[in-house]
């Protein structure tokens, strides 16, 4: 019998079109997409916990960079930050040719906190979102891996 591949570590085109592909973490638990999602990945944590990668795409750049920094942070009750301080809220690098920008979020309620790590990759007039949400301590344990991860987006 042959056993199927770990296609956590797989690299995953996604729907049609313009697409971008990554390599995630072979701990992280590929789910199927839908609709909404071009992906969706579980990462366990301990005891019953874990911190689930939503991958979306949509046309345009949504409002731009601090009107998402924003929707993430409401999410997690925190106040709106003002255009002044996007350049801290928002750490920006080149990988593969792409511009990414990093949020790392935490919310100021919970028990526990939920942490918030999102990548906005823009990319043939659509902009994609990588949003690692979770409680606190599990995402932030995710960090680097997270990191790595976006690292490893690339054009088709």
């Given amino acids: 019998a042959t056993t199927a591949p770990d296609m956590a570590s797989t690299a995953v085109p996604t729907a049609t079109g313009s697409e971008l592909s990554w390599t995630a ?42 009107a998402n920094i924003n929707r993430w942070r409401s999410q997690l009750q925190l106040p709106p930050i003002p255009a002044s301080e996007l350049t801290s809220a928002l750490v920006r690098f080149e990988a593969n040719g792409l511009a990414i920008g990093v949020a790392e979020l935490v919310a100021a309620t919970g028990n526990p906190p939920d942490r918030v790590l999102g990548g906005i990759v823009p990319f043939a007039g659509s902009t994609w979102f990588f949003k690692l949400t979770g409680p606190d301590t599990l995402v932030a ?3 680097q891996a997270f990191i790595d991860f976006i690292r490893t987006v690339r054009t088709p």
């Fill in 25 to 66: 973490p072979a701990h992280w638990e590929s789910r199927a997409g839908s609709a909404m999602r071009k992906a969706t990945y579980i990462i366990p944590g301990p005891g019953d916990t874990s911190a689930e990668l939503a991958i979306t795409a949509f046309p345009g750049d949504v409002g731009g960079d601090l």
């Fill in 141 to 143: 344990s995710e960090r």
